[in-house]
């Protein structure tokens, strides 16, 4: 074989054997989800069964995302990041601050005195496609969350059990484009005291209970998006009741890779204080 001949023959292969980009970057705007209040992708308070970052099946995605939350009588902000692997599998860490302000000092704790936890996950995705596919199969993902409370003394003192526990969830999820509406359903196996702040069973209940999270959006454009959500949650304290959570948001991608996200958020009553509702916003970087 001549070199003319052989170089004719690598130039013919050689397109076919380019490799996909790292970061592809292929998926419809919005579709990824945003950022949960445990980190990973989804809604503000719902886990969804999207693999978060911008990846599709040929590439990998990154997020990151900083929260905040304004109650009426306490603080909350979180922030951290998410890595998607082929759209197949996600895996996220967060960091959540919760200020208890001058509720600090009425609790004994000290005025100002802050939560904190640290969340890292891990989400696969099962069968489904959110977007694509028969509109009887949503895409159905399982994920496990690991929580710790970094304030393990507090939180035993006021009846945990543990300062560590672990969530397991399982979603469907469905984008119907021709409606613009997208549903979600998550049921998580939980024995989190305020999403783990107050760390992990309690005198009313020590194991894990099927919790349920629902939400509902529609696409007002490609980019501008509304809906709502509904949490249930356990309440394992002796000292508190804990209630059910719920929200409206409205999220807007306004580029491609970055995402604003409002909402009115209700947790109901926090550590005896009723009537703990306000405002969210969170802001998304995703790639």
Do not use: C
Not at 177 to 194: D, E, F, I
Not at 210 to 217: I, R
């Amino acid at each position: 074989m001549t070199v003319l001949a052989g170089l004719s023959i690598w130039l013919s292969v050689a397109p076919e054997a380019h490799a996909d980009p790292l970061f592809d970057g292929g998926k419809l705007i919005l579709t990824n989800g945003i950022s949960t209040i445990e980190g990973a992708s989804g809604g503000g308070l719902a886990s969804w069964a999207t693999i978060a970052g911008m990846e599709t099946d040929r590439g990998v995605g990154v997020s990151a995302h900083v929260t905040g939350i304004e109650l009426a009588d306490y603080g909350w902000q979180s922030h951290g990041v998410s890595v998607g692997i082929k759209d197949r599998l996600e895996l996220s860490y967060a960091r959540q601050n919760f200020d208890t302000r001058k509720v600090g000092a009425a609790l004994g704790l000290g005025e100002g005195y802050r939560f904190n936890q640290d969340i890292f996950a891990a989400k696969v995705r099962l069968v489904g496609d959110t977007v694509y596919g028969s509109t009887l199969l949503p895409q159905i993902s399982v994920g496990v969350q690991h929580k710790r409370s970094l304030d393990g003394t507090i939180v035993k003192a006021v009846g945990a059990k543990s300062a560590e526990g672990t969530d397991f969830t399982a979603s469907a999820t469905k984008l119907f484009l021709s409606k613009s509406v997208l549903v979600n359903a998550t049921a998580r196996l939980t024995n989190a005291n305020q999403f783990g702040l107050l760390g992990f069973g309690g005198p009313n209940q020590t194991d894990r209970t099927l919790q349920f999270e629902g939400s509902v959006a529609y696409m007002l454009t490609p980019r501008l998006v509304v809906g709502g959500e509904y949490r249930t949650r356990p309440s394992n304290l002796a000292i508190a009741r804990e209630d059910d959570a719920h929200d409206l948001f409205v999220a807007w991608a306004f580029t491609r890779n970055a995402t604003v996200t409002a909402a009115y958020a209700d947790v109901g009553s926090v550590a005896t204080f009723d009537g703990q509702r306000g405002a969210l916003v969170s802001l998304q970087f995703a790639f």
